[in-house]
Structures are given as C-alpha cells and as structure tokens.
C-alpha cells in the first residue's frame, strides 16, 4: 500500500474517532443542560414560594409543610376522607373486574371446559421450584388445576435444598392424584435458568407457558389463549397481569394494562412478562433459558422469540396474578440486583442480532431496568426543518434562535413558510434571518391550511429527511435531532416525535392515541401531567411504539413523505398528522415517540390570526367527521399501544371501570 493511502486510511479513521467522540460530547452536553434546567426549575419554585421569605430559624418548619403540602397534591391527602372513599371504589371495582368475581361461575366453567376448538393443543406449563413456600406452592397448583381447557401438563423441576422436603412431598401429592402433573427432583440446584430448562426436558405440549412458583393463573387463561391460537394462528401469546399482596389476590396493588406487539417498547422494558405462552416450533435451532442471563431470563427469551414469532397476540384481559413478597422481584428490584446487568446483557445481544453497534444502555429514573437505549447515528443527513408561519414574529424568532443557539447537530436547513404575514415586524424579520446561511423564507400564497403549507415547503427542501416544527416550538434539548434521527434512520420506522411542554413544564405531547378524547377521533397520552412524572408503569422515561405522533415536531424521510403524498390537504387544520401517521402504519412501518428529545410548544399560534371559534369548531367537526368515516374500522379496533382497560374520555391511563 503507497504513503498516500496510508495517510488517507489514517486521516479517515482519525476523523471517525472524532466524529464519535464529538457525538458522545454532545450526549454529554444534553445530560448537564438537561440537569442544569431541572435545577433552574426546582430553584425557581423555592425562590417563589413565601416561605423562602421567612426567616432562617423558621425555615426548617416551613420546608416540612411544604412537603406535606406536595405530597397532598400529588397523591392525595391519605388521610382524607374523600381520598379513602375513592381506593375503596377503585379496589372494590378491582376485584369485581380483575379479582376473584371475574372467575367463571358453574355455567361459564362448563361452556368454556366443553368448548371445542379447530386445533389440537396441549399446553406444557413449566415451573421451576426451589425452596417453594407451601401454601404458595399449593395455591399455584391449585390454579393449574382449575384451569377450564383441561389439555395441560404442569411440569415441576424442584431444585429445593434438603431442609424443604415439604416441596417433594407436597408435590407429589399432587402427580399421585393427576397424571397431568408431571415432577422431578433436581440432583442440585441449577438456578432458574437451569431449573426451567430441566422442566422444559419434561414438557411434551405443542405450546410452552412460564409460570413462576409462587405466582397464581386465572382460571380461563388457557381457554382464552385457545381462541387466539385457533382464530388468530397466535404463535406468542401473553395477557395483562396484577401483582398483589397478602393471602388474597383481590389485594392487588398494581394493574399492568399493556399494550399490543411494541418492539421498542420491549427493548426498553420487558413489558410482555406474565404469562408468556409460545408455539414448540419458535425454540426450534435456540435455548429456552441462558444462565448467563438469569435474573433477566425471561426478557432475554421473550426478544428472542418475539423476534422469530409470526403472530404476537396480546390478550387484554388480566388473567395473570403476581404474588409480591420479600425477596420477589415484584416486591423490589433491590431483592436481585443482580438483574440490572443481565437485563442489559440481553438487549446488547439483541441489538446486536439486529445490526446495531455502539450503542449504549442505561438505566432510567423510572426504574432500574426500563432503559434509555442510544443508537449510534450511522450517517449525518441534511435535516430541512419546516416551519409554518403568519405574523408571530416573537413566536418564530424564539423558535429559531433556540434551533440555531441549542442544537449540537449541525446538518440542518431551516425553511421558514410564509402565509399571508400583515405585520411589518414580521417582513422586516424575515430580510434579517435570510441572510443566515441556514435559513430560507418561501412564501404560500393561498388560504390557510396546514397540510398544504407543510407540503409546498417540502417542494423546497434539499435535506433527506424533512422536520415539521411549529413556530411556537421552543428547542430545550441540545440533542434533540440526534435523539430524533436515531429511530428516523432506522428502515422500519416511519415518524418519530418528541416530548413537548407547555410553558408550566406539564406535558402536551407524549404520543397520540386513536379514538381518545370528547370527540373519539384521537388525543395526546400524559396531558397536562408535570414534567416530573415518569408516567404509567414509566413509560414517560422511555422511547416507544406508538400509533402517531404530533405534526407540531415530527421527524420522516422525505422520500416517505414523497411516497405517501405529504399531509392530506383534505386535513386543513386538524388531524393531518395522525392521518399521516395511520398511512404510515399501514406501510408495516413503526411511529415512534422519544422522551429524550424535549421542547416547549406555546399553544397552537401557528395557525394565523384566525381566532373565530365558532369557525374553527365547525371546522375542526368536519374533519374530525371524515377522519372517522376514514378510519372507522381502526377506531373500533382500539389503538393496539392503548389497552381497551383504560377510558378514552382520559388522557392518563385512568382504568374504565365500567
């Protein structure tokens, strides 16, 4: 090799190695503003109070009313009387829909136990014991045995030590009674990988269920799998789950309502957990359990197979009881540290089986495993950010400056798109910011519409990827289009959006959900709820599948917006977006919203001086009205990331007890 290409070999990878290093630099950048505003934040709300006015001695005293004060707001006066009457509602409604009542009477066990089905299936329940509990162990059994499709194996590898041989004699108690009841003593204890693995050698079903030790099934789970797996040729299947406490699971103390298939979703979270039931045929050429990965077994499993799988249903029915006591991983994450690192080995591994490198894995403030994942930008393409704009020159100007001022990515255009602008201020702004290398005013002529503007402003863009940005946006992450274009780069990704607040730092956008909302045609998740929350089972700490995103910060490909004809322009104002987003779902492609890139978004003044309320109304009654005749068979599906369990006249993941 000559001198010359040497040098070029070396100049190349010294510019990689910089560019790399420039990028973490930048993540870094992110993490202090974004803790230094968090400090801003909180400093401002002692500065403002009252008390920080009083004197030194009294401070102590006034801090601890304070406390008390936000703990009323934020989890209501546990002592009020109001506050005791609506738990007892909500727990009687528990148990009425999700406890004990939702069991099947005489009639129902007899209906569902001589249902006949068009397959064959036997279902291999396995369960790895190791110094079970008795009345644990019973009660699981018990829920085994109550099951109403009766065609199951419950296979028991025990690995319990020599001072709990009532494991051994309670179980066989059991296998003497009912054939179906299949159990091993373990030589030794091989974990629960190796213990599950062993159950696994017992197993002779078509389809394989994990079921913990101490744990409890709803009696027609298997039946309800029965149905997806005849109708639906479900080859992975799970349901929603409780975990509660005490000797009754009509103690629940929390609902996990989940949502349909979410690849990123799992990644960051294994949401999928109990009761996980999947086809023989998925383990062909793979393991069930890796030791290498105990303590995070089952997300390691369920990655793999999900992967595999053809058919991944979710049955949005509580039909999966998780018992937490001291030293369960339902109780705490502290009672097994040890799963954090096995956790992020198995999304390494997975990452990885799918081409991703160089990216990292944290821990989020959610919880110990819900992960921020960041992917490794394989490319820099030009950004071209569009921005709609009529008058509101403070609006723009704050917008931009924070664009030029705060972003650490550095291939970007900014194509502002001007729309019948009456003020002299705003023209004299416009022959101000052209004279920045970056930015471009074009100008639409015709009424307003949002669709129409978005879309003639995309004629002009040079970038590969197009940024839809409102002018009363506000940048406050640094890396926001970095945390944007590492799901926007992706091939299986369509639109990704960002998390947005209003001026009070409470949440506007955190995804939309189809059918939410007084009108039912879609609403934004987390409204209004403080920017301190980590959200339903956290998922405000973590990037995710959705069904769309808002327009007012939305990140495509413009050869995607090409081939999908922009925004409809029969949309004029309302619902372009996750009309959008619904025709990008219907390509196989994934929308995806991430937590980690953070603006301002000032109310919706980008549509001009057009204030009629009346008018608007009515127009936003007709096209919500064809949004509804367009999309009717989605609506009465359900949004597939928003389970049926919640109410859609609340945007916060408020159960519908009804």
């Known amino acids: ?194 213990n599950t693995n062993e159950c696994y050698k017992m197993a002779t079903g078509n389809y394989i269920g994990l079921f913990d030790h101490d744990d409890i099934l709803h009696p027609s789970v298997l039946y309800e799998y029965m149905k997806v797996i005849c109708d639906e040729d479900a080859d992975y299947i799970y349901c929603d789950e409780a975990t509660f406490k005490g000797n009754s699971i009509n103690h629940m103390i929390t609902l996990h309502f989940k949502p349909d298939f979410a690849p990123d979703n799992l990644r960051a979270n294994n949401y999928i957990c109990h009761f996980s039931v999947f086809s023989r045929e998925l383990l062909e050429g793979t393991e069930l359990f890796r030791s290498q990965f105990d303590g995070s077994q089952d997300h390691d499993m369920i990655l793999r197979l999900t992967a595999s799988a053809k058919h991944i249903v979710h049955v949005p029915k509580l039909l999966y009881y998780w018992r937490s006591h001291k030293g369960s991983v339902a109780s705490g994450i502290g009672a097994k540290t040890y799963a954090i690192n096995a956790a992020k080995g198995a999304i390494a591994e997975h990452l990885k089986s799918f081409g991703f490198r160089d990216f990292e894995i944290e821990s ?38 924070s664009i ?36 471009s005013v074009v100008e639409y002529k015709g009424a307003f519409n949002y669709s129409k503007i978005n879309n003639f402003g995309a004629g002009f863009a040079k970038g590969e990827y197009l940024l839809l940005l409102n002018n009363d946006t506000q940048v406050i992450t640094p890396t926001w289009m970095e945390e944007m274009m590492m799901y926007g780069q992706r091939e299986d990704v369509g639109a990704v959006g960002a998390k947005l607040y209003y001026e009070d730092r409470t949440i506007q956008h955190a995804g939309i959900v189809i059918g939410l909302g007084a009108h039912g045609t879609a609403g934004h998740t987390h409204y209004r709820v403080p920017e301190a929350n980590v959200g339903y089972m956290g998922r405000l700490c973590y990037a995710q599948d959705v069904t769309a995103v808002t327009g007012a910060c939305m990140l495509v490909r413009k050869s995607l917006y090409e081939q999908l004809g922009g925004l409809d322009e029969e949309f004029a104002v309302a619902l372009n977006d996750v009309d959008f987003c619904l025709r990008v779902r219907k390509l196989g492609l994934l929308n995806v919203f991430t937590p980690f890139a953070e603006l301002y978004h000032f109310e919706s003044k980008s549509r001009g001086s057009d204030n009629k309320k009346d008018k608007n109304a009515l127009r936003y009654d007709e096209e919500a009205k064809k949004f509804k005749e367009r999309y009717k068979v989605e609506l009465q599906k359900g949004d597939p990331y928003y389970n049926r369990n919640f109410s859609l006249l609340h945007s916060d993941f408020t159960v519908n007890w009804k």
């Open 404 to 439: 030029i001022n705060v972003s650490t990515y550095s291939d970007y255009e900014v194509i502002i798109v001007e729309n019948n602008s009456e003020t002299k201020e705003i023209r004299d702004y416009y022959d101000e910011i052209r004279k920045h290398p970056r930015i």
């Open 1 to 194: 090799m000559s001198d010359e290409s040497n040098k070029e070999q070396y100049y190349k990878e010294l510019y990689e190695r910089e560019k790399a290093k420039n990028e973490k630099l930048s993540y870094q950048l992110a993490d202090a503003y974004r803790e230094i505003e968090d400090l801003k934040l909180k400093l401002g709300r002692i500065k403002g109070s009252v008390f920080w006015k009083l004197s030194k001695p009294f401070r102590v005293v006034i801090h601890f009313f304070i406390r008390q004060k936000n703990r009323i707001v934020a989890h209501g006066n546990p002592r009020g009387i109001a506050h005791k009457l609506v738990n007892k509602y909500r727990e009687k409604q528990s148990i009425r829909i999700h406890g004990t009542h939702s069991f099947p009477n005489a009639a129902r066990r007899k209906e569902e136990s001589e249902t006949r089905f068009s397959k064959e299936v036997k279902f291999s329940i396995l369960v790895p014991l190791y110094n079970t509990p008795e009345r644990f162990l019973r009660e699981m059994i018990e829920s085994v045995l109550a099951q109403t499709y009766e065609n199951w194996e419950l296979c028991l590898a025990d690995g319990s030590d020599a001072e709990h041989e009532q494991v051994y004699r309670i179980c066989k108690s059991y296998f003497d009674k009912d054939a179906r009841i299949v159990y091993k003593k373990l030589d030794k204890n091989e974990g629960i990988s190796g």
């Open 364 to 401: 989020t403030r959610a919880f110990e495993t819900i992960f921020r994942i960041r992917y490794a930008l394989t490319g820099h393409p030009l950004i071209s950010i569009i921005i709609p704009n009529k008058d509101h020159v403070e609006d723009l100007s704050r917008c931009v400056e």
